[in-house]
């Protein structure tokens, strides 16, 4: 990862620390102001029409998070930011190539095009939440360590999220069907041949595991 140079007090920081602290502290600043905020008052505004509750619990990863959300806040940005959970990467940031994705209720989205409010009372699943509790690598990520499926492997939390609600919907695909299946996500090392074979050797091992 690239390193952005920013001198504080001597120090330097990563890009995506800088970042985090950013979000970091409006997040502190406005759970502060909630925390402590004084009675109501008579001659208090009303909410703005439309307003959105910033103080919210999300289903991530099978567990109730409670998080503050800015009101055009991305699920990625939250996710990454805000849970700890970077496996969720931010590449284009405009729903084109993919290395975001994540599953809503077992169906493949764009974490950097929905916003976070939009999946309240949804189950959200990131690639950090496919290993079973006792540490057994799902099928899709173990097929990915068999083949060596990627190269520098940014995408491949993305390409992996995809194969799994691509075998959700479909648990036998051929390979063209998983080339298909798959066109949303991009590689930039162009690693396809390869990426296939994964989702190919994926499909036997949940069937074994049937």
């Not at 289903?59 to 959300?69: A, K, M, S, T």
């Amino acid at each position: 990862m690239k390193i952005l140079e920013v001198v504080n007090a001597g120090r330097t920081v990563s890009r995506r620390s800088f970042i985090k602290g950013v979000i970091a502290a409006g997040a502190t600043a406005s759970a502060t102001s909630y925390l402590f905020r004084g009675p109501a008052s008579a001659f208090a505004a009303p909410p703005a029409h439309g307003a959105v509750e910033r103080l919210m619990s999300l289903n991530v990863n099978g567990q109730q998070r409670r998080v503050d959300v800015l009101p055009h806040e991305t699920l990625a940005m939250t996710l990454r930011y805000k849970l700890g959970l970077p496996g969720t990467k931010l590449g284009c940031d405009r729903a084109e190539c993919g290395a975001c994705t994540v599953l809503l209720d077992g169906t493949v989205h764009y974490a950097c095009s929905i916003l976070t409010h939009q999946v309240r009372g949804r189950e959200v699943l990131t690639i950090e939440g496919l290993e079973a509790p006792d540490g057994t690598l799902h099928p899709v990520q173990e097929a990915v360590v068999d083949e060596a499926g990627f190269q520098c492997a940014f995408c491949a939390p993305g390409f992996i999220m995809a194969m799994v609600g691509m075998l959700n919907q479909n648990p036998n695909p051929t390979r063209e069907e998983a080339a298909r299946a798959l066109s949303g996500n991009l590689c930039r090392c162009g690693d396809y041949n390869k990426i296939l074979n994964s989702a190919m050797r994926a499909v036997e091992y949940t069937q074994q595991r049937v």
